[in-house]
C-alpha cells in the first residue's frame, strides 16, 4: 500500500514543527527521511502513527484519506513503527509482548499456545530468528529490535516505520537489519527509514527526502555524495572530516593512568571489570562501544561519582581515588557527563548561572559567601560569545536551548577553565551538525594544547574520527586498544564480543 | 546519577553484599536459635512438665484429632536445635532462592513453636483457635491487599486503602441497619470503596496529584467523615442506624468435617468464601488473561501499552474502581462480617499493614495471601499466649510477632521489584 502525505502542519504554540509536509512512499520502496535532530522528523511519524492530530494537512493510505485519531487507527490502517525507545515491557515474554493489545483468547484466558506460533511464523517468514518465550529486558538491544519488527510485522504492517533504528545497534547489527529490511521491500512492504546517518543513507534508501526546520527542504538520489546530502540537511557546507594533525609526543610517558578499576553495581555485578588503560598527554583515547558495557560506569569512577572497589586512578601523579569530585574537578580534571540534562545542567537555573555551576563559590565569582552578580555576567557574556552558544539572553535559563546549544554550554563551562585532563561522554549526541563540527574542533584543540583526552562515544564513527587510539570495551572489560585507522569492521567484530584474538588474526 | 544500564534483577546475585548477608544471617539464626535452646529447652518453665496442645475448636462436630500431650522441655529443645541448624545451613550452604526460603521458613517455624511449647508449659493451648483467628485477622488484610495489587499493577499507588476499609464498614453497617437487609449493606460498602478508589485515581491521573500523599489525605477525609457521621446520626440512634448484624455462618458440608481446618476455614460466613475466590479469581486473571496482560504493561511500561491501541487511562480508572469494590468489601467485614457496629476509626491501621501485604507479597495475590496470613497469625498469637501468663510483659509479646515478621521478609523476600510505571501518572508526548 503506498502512503501519502499531503501538506502536514503542526504547531506547538509558536513553534511549527511540521510545516507543509509531503511526502510519498510506495510498496516496496526504502524512503529515507533525513533530518537533524529537532527538524520535525519525530513529529511528522508520531502523526503518522496517529499519537498527534496535524493541524492541517491529508493523510492518504493506498489513496483514500485516512483520519488517525490513535495507534489503535494506525494500526488498522496498516501501518507499523519501530520507536527509537523501544515499546516493550521488559519483564514480558517476546510472545506476551507481540500480542498484547492484539491477543488472542481460549474462552477467557490467553492463547500463549497460538501467540507463540504466531511469532514462529513471522520470525521464520522474514528470517527474524527471535525465541517467543526469552523475556524482552534479558535480550540484546539488536533482538529487541527484531521483537518491534515482528510485532509490527504480526498486526500485518503494510508501511512500516523505523525512527533512528540504528542509533542503538553495533555495525553488525545494522548490517543484519539492513538485510531484514531488503527482504521485507522485496515482500512489498513500504518503509520509512528516519535517520540523520548519511553513511546508512546511501547503503539502503531507494529515495531520501530531505527536512530541515520542519520542512521538506529537497529530495535526493542515494546517488548523491554524502557532503551534497550533509549540505542539505544542514543548509550550509559542512566539514564531515575532522581536520586535525596525528598526535604529537607518541612517546611521552602517561599522564593519565588507570589500573585494574573495578566497580560492581548494587546487584554486585563487575560492570567496570580489571580495566586499565594509559593515556599520554595529547592524545585523544577513545572508549568504543555498545551501550550499557560499562563506559557510564568508567567515566562516573574517573570523576569520583561513584567509588570503586577496586583499583587505581593516577593523573599527573596523583591518586585520585578516594578523594571527592569535587576535588578532582579543582585538580584539573575537566567532565562533560553522557546525558547533560541529567547530570550536565540545572535546566531551570540561567545560562550563566549554568556556566559556573563548579566554581561559583571561587574568586573571582564567590567571595566571602556571597557571589559577584557582575563576574558572572561578564564572564557568561564572554562564554557564549567565544562558543557560539545561541540564546536569547545570559538570563535564558539553559533548558529552552536546543540540544546542541546546551551541550555547548556544558563544554564551555568544563573547557574554560585550566584543565589537566578532559573526560568526554557522547559529546555530540542530540546535537546538530553544525554544533558537532565545532565540539569536535574544542576536543582537539584541548588535545593539541597537550591535555589527554578520554573520549566515550557509541557513535562508531565519532570514536574513530576523533581518536589517536581506541579501546574497545565490552561486557566491563577493555577487550582491546587498537590504532584509530582499524577497520569499522574489525572495530564492531570487538564491540560484539568476539574474541580479540581473532580479529586480529584476520 | 545515571541509572546503570545492564538489567540487574534477572542474574543470580554473587556479589560480595549477598555473602555477607548469607554470613550475618547465618550466625544471626545461630545465636537466636541457640537462645531458643537456652531458654525454651533448658529454662526452668519447661523442666519435669508437659505442654498440651488442643488441635479442635471448641465447637467443631466433625472428624477431631486428638489433643497433643508432650513433655515440655525436651520437645521445645528438639525444635530450638532445628532452628539453630537452619542457620548452620544458610551459613555452610550456597542456598538459592527457593531453598533459601524453606530454610528461613523451618527456622522461623520450628522457633514459633519452641516459643509456643514453653509459653503453654505446665497448661495448654488451642492451635485451632489460633488459627481461626489468624483466618478472621486475615480476611480484610488479603482483601486491602488484593485492592492494592490491583491498583499498583496498573501503576497507581493506592494508600488509601485504611480510607476504604473505613467508608466500606461505615456504610455497610448504616445501610444494613437502615434497611434490614445484610446483602444491600455488602453492596453499598463496596460501591463506597469503589468511589472511593475512582476518586483516588481521578486525582492521580488527571491532577497528577503525588499519590502516596494523595491516599494519606484521602484516608483523613474518609477518617473524617464517618467519625462525623458516627457522631451526628449514627450514635444518636444506634437501633436503627448502626446495629451489631452479620451474615450467618454457611457450613460447607464434608469439608467444614475436615479435622483442624475443616471448621477454620469452611464454616465460616458468606465474605471469607467471597475473599477465598477473589484471590484465586484476581491471581488467575492478572496472569493468564487479556485483562490481566493489558493492567500488567500499563503499569510496566505505559507509552508501550499505548502505542498498541490499549487506553491506559480507562484502564487505570477501571482498575482503581474495581480494586475500591474489593477494598470496600475489607471494610464490610469489619461490621457486618463479624457482629460488629460501626466505631470511629475501626479499621486501627489495618489498611496500611494490607499495603505492606502487598509489598511483602511482590505484588502477587497469592503473595498477599501469604503475607496476610502471615500478620493475621501474628495477631492471633499474641491473644493467645496473653492469657498463659508467661514472664514476657504483654507489650513485648504483642510486638514479638511482627518483629519475626520482618525478620521472615527480610531473609524470605529479598529484593523486590515494584512494576516499573507505579505511582507515575501517564502523560503522552
Given at each position: 500500500m503506498a502512503l501519502e502525505l499531503r501538506g502536514i502542519t503542526k504547531r506547538f504554540g509558536s513553534l511549527?514543527?511540521?510545516?507543509?509536509i509531503d511526502l510519498e512512499v510506495r510498496p516496496g520502496e526504502i524512503h529515507c527521511l533525513l533530518g537533524e535532530n529537532g527538524a520535525g522528523k519525530s513529529t511528522l511519524m508520531n502523526i503518522l502513527y496517529g499519537l498527534y492530530q496535524p493541524d492541517e494537512g491529508e493523510i492518504r493510505v493506498g489513496g483514500s484519506p485516512l483520519r488517525l485519531d490513535g495507534p489503535r487507527s494506525a494500526i488498522n490502517a496498516g501501518i507499523g513503527m519501530v520507536h527509537q525507545h523501544f515499546m516493550?515491557?521488559?519483564?514480558?515474554?517476546v510472545a506476551e509482548n507481540v500480542m498484547l493489545g492484539d491477543e488472542r483468547v481460549k474462552g477467557p484466558l490467553l492463547d500463549q499456545g497460538a501467540a507463540r506460533r504466531h511469532v514462529r511464523e513471522v520470525s521464520e517468514r522474514y528470517g527474524l530468528?527471535?525465541?517467543?518465550?526469552?523475556?524482552?529486558?534479558?535480550?540484546p538491544v539488536g533482538v529487541q529490535q527484531r521483537v518491534e519488527i515482528v510485532k509490527a510485522l504480526t498486526r500485518n504492517a503494510k508501511i512500516l516505520i523505523l525512527d533512528?533504528?540504528?542509533?542503538?545497534?553495533?555495525p553488525q547489527e545494522t548490517r543484519e537489519l539492513f538485510t531484514v529490511m531488503g527482504r521485507l521491500r522485496e515482500a512489498g512492504t513500504a518503509i520509512v527509514f528516519i535517520t540523520h546517518k548519511l553513511k546508512e543513507v546511501k547503503a539502503i534508501a531507494d529515495r531520501i527526502t530531505v527536512i530541515r526546520r520542519g520542512k521538506v527542504v529537497g529530495t535526493a538520489d542515494p546517488s548523491a555524495s554524502e557532503s551534497e546530502l550533509a549540505a542539505l540537511m544542514v543548509g550550509r557546507q559542512v566539514r564531515l572530516k575532522v581536520e586535525k594533525e596525528p598526535a604529537r609526543?607518541?612517546?611521552?610517558?602517561?599522564?593519565f593512568s588507570v589500573r585494574d578499576l573495578t566497580v560492581r553495581n548494587l546487584a554486585g555485578q563487575?560492570?567496570?571489570?580489571?580495566v586499565s588503560l594509559d593515556i599520554r598527554p595529547g592524545e585523544v583515547l577513545g572508549v568504543a562501544g555498545?551501550?550499557?558495557?560499562g563506559q557510564t560506569e568508567l567515566t562516573q569512577a574517573v570523576l569520583g561519582l561513584i567509588e570503586p572497589e577496586s583499583g587505581s586512578i593516577v593523573l599527573d601523579g596523583a591518586e585520585?581515588?578516594?578523594?571527592?569530585p569535587r576535588e578532582r574537578l579543582r585538580a584539573g580534571l575537566g567532565f562533560v557527563p553522557e546525558d547533560r540534562g541529567h547530570d550536565?545542567?540545572?535546566?531551570?537555573?540561567?545560562v550563566a548561572e549554568n556556566l559556573i555551576?563548579?566554581?561559583?563559590?571561587?574568586p573571582p565569582f564567590g567571595r566571602r559567601g556571597t557571589m559577584d552578580v557582575r563576574e558572572v555576567r561578564r564572564n557568561a557574556a564572554q562564554r557564549v560569545e567565544e562558543f557560539d552558544i545561541r540564546t536569547?539572553?545570559?538570563?535564558?535559563?539553559?533548558?529552552?536551548?536546543s540540544g546542541g546549544n546546551q551541550q555547548k554550554v556544558v563544554v564551555a563551562r568544563e573547557m574554560s577553565r585550566p584543565l589537566r585532563m578532559l573526560v568526554i561522554s557522547q559529546?555530540?549526541?542530540?546535537?546538530?551538525v553544525g554544533a558537532m563540527e565545532f565540539i569536535h574542533q574544542r576536543i582537539i584543540r584541548e588535545r593539541d594544547q597537550g591535555r589527554p583526552v578520554l573520549l566515550v562515544s557509541t557513535e562508531l564513527d565519532e570514536v574513530m574520527a576523533l581518536s589517536d587510539r581506541v579501546a574497545v570495551m565490552y561486557g566491563g572489560k577493555i577487550v582491546a586498544v587498537v590504532p584509530a585507522d582499524t577497520s569499522t569492521e574489525k572495530i564492531g567484530l570487538l564491540m560484539a564480543g568476539a574474541n580479540p584474538e581473532d580479529v586480529v588474526d584476520e | 546519577m545515571t541509572a546503570t544500564v545492564?538489567?540487574?534483577?534477572?542474574l543470580a546475585p554473587t556479589g560480595a553484599g549477598v555473602q555477607r548477608g548469607r554470613l550475618y544471617g547465618g550466625i544471626a539464626m545461630i545465636v537466636v536459635g541457640l537462645y531458643g535452646v537456652w531458654?525454651?529447652?533448658?529454662?526452668?518453665?519447661?523442666?519435669g512438665v508437659d505442654t498440651r496442645f488442643v488441635?479442635?475448636?471448641?465447637?467443631?462436630?466433625g472428624l477431631t484429632l486428638p489433643d497433643l500431650t508432650f513433655p515440655a522441655g525436651p520437645v521445645a529443645l528438639v525444635l530450638a536445635v532445628l532452628a539453630a541448624l537452619c542457620g548452620a545451613a544458610k551459613l555452610a550452604l550456597p542456598l538459592s532462592g527457593r531453598r533459601n526460603a524453606a530454610v528461613m521458613g523451618v527456622f522461623l517455624l520450628s522457633y514459633v513453636l519452641a516459643f509456643l511449647v514453653w509459653a503453654a508449659a505446665g497448661q495448654s493451648l488451642n492451635l485451632a483457635a489460633v488459627l481461626e483467628a489468624t483466618v478472621l485477622a486475615a480476611v480484610p488484610l488479603v482483601l486491602g491487599a488484593l485492592a492494592g495489587v490491583m491498583g499498583e499493577r496498573s501503576g497507581v499507588i493506592n494508600v488509601g486503602i485504611e480510607g476504604q476499609f473505613l467508608l466500606g464498614a461505615c456504610t455497610a453497617a448504616f445501610t444494613a441497619s437502615l434497611t434490614g437487609s445484610l446483602w444491600a449493606g455488602m453492596a453499598a460498602g463496596c460501591l463506597a470503596g469503589g468511589l472511593f478508589g475512582l476518586l483516588l485515581a481521578v486525582f492521580a491521573?488527571?491532577?497528577?496529584?503525588e499519590q502516596v500523599v494523595l491516599g494519606v489525605v484521602l484516608t483523613m477525609l474518609a477518617t473524617g467523615l464517618t467519625g462525623f457521621f458516627y457522631e451526628s446520626v449514627m450514635q444518636r440512634d444506634s437501633i436503627t442506624y448502626n446495629q451489631a448484624l452479620s451474615f450467618p455462618d454457611l457450613e460447607i458440608p464434608?469439608?467444614?468435617?475436615?479435622?483442624?481446618i475443616g471448621p477454620v476455614l469452611f464454616?465460616?460466613?458468606?465474605i471469607v468464601y467471597l475473599a477465598m475466590a477473589l484471590i484465586a479469581l484476581v491471581h488467575v486473571a492478572l496472569f493468564r488473561t487479556r485483562w490481566g496482560l493489558r493492567t500488567r504493561a500499563v503499569g510496566e511500561h505505559p507509552t508501550a501499552a499505548d502505542t498498541v491501541g490499549i487506553n491506559v487511562i480507562r484502564t487505570r480508572y477501571l482498575n482503581m474502581f474495581a480494586a475500591g469494590l474489593i477494598a470496600g468489601l475489607g471494610g464490610v467485614w469489619l461490621t457486618i462480617g463479624l457482629n460488629i457496629s460501626f466505631n470511629k476509626n475501626m479499621a486501627a491501621g489495618q489498611g496500611f499493614i494490607a499495603l505492606a501485604a502487598v509489598i511483602f507479597g511482590r505484588w502477587s495475590p497469592v503473595g498477599a495471601l501469604w503475607a496476610a496470613l502471615l500478620f493475621g497469625f501474628a495477631g492471633g498469637l499474641s491473644t493467645a499466649v496473653q492469657?498463659?501468663?508467661?514472664?514476657?510483659?504483654t507489650s513485648f509479646l504483642t510486638m514479638l510477632p511482627y518483629l519475626a515478621t520482618i525478620f521472615a521478609v527480610a531473609g524470605l523476600v529479598g529484593h523486590v521489584r515494584a512494576?516499573?510505571?507505579?505511582?507515575q501518572p501517564y502523560t503522552k508526548g
Open positions: 511549527v514543527a511540521n510545516d507543509a516493550l515491557v521488559p519483564v514480558f515474554t530468528a527471535v525465541d517467543p518465550d526469552a523475556t524482552v529486558g534479558d535480550l533512528e533504528p540504528t542509533a542503538v545497534l553495533t609526543d607518541t612517546g611521552a610517558a602517561p599522564a563487575a560492570v567496570v571489570d580489571g555498545v551501550q550499557g558495557n585520585l581515588t578516594g578523594r571527592s550536565g545542567l540545572v535546566g531551570t537555573a540561567s555551576l563548579d566554581l561559583y563559590d571561587r536569547t539572553s545570559i538570563e535564558q535559563p539553559v533548558g529552552e536551548l559529546p555530540t549526541r542530540g546535537v546538530d | 545492564l538489567p540487574p534483577e534477572n531458654a525454651f529447652g533448658l529454662g526452668s518453665r519447661t523442666s488441635l479442635n475448636l471448641s465447637n467443631a462436630t491521573q488527571r491532577y497528577l496529584v464434608l469439608l467444614s468435617k475436615l479435622p483442624l464454616d465460616q460466613n458468606i492469657p498463659l501468663q508467661t514472664p514476657v510483659p512494576p516499573a510505571a507505579d505511582g
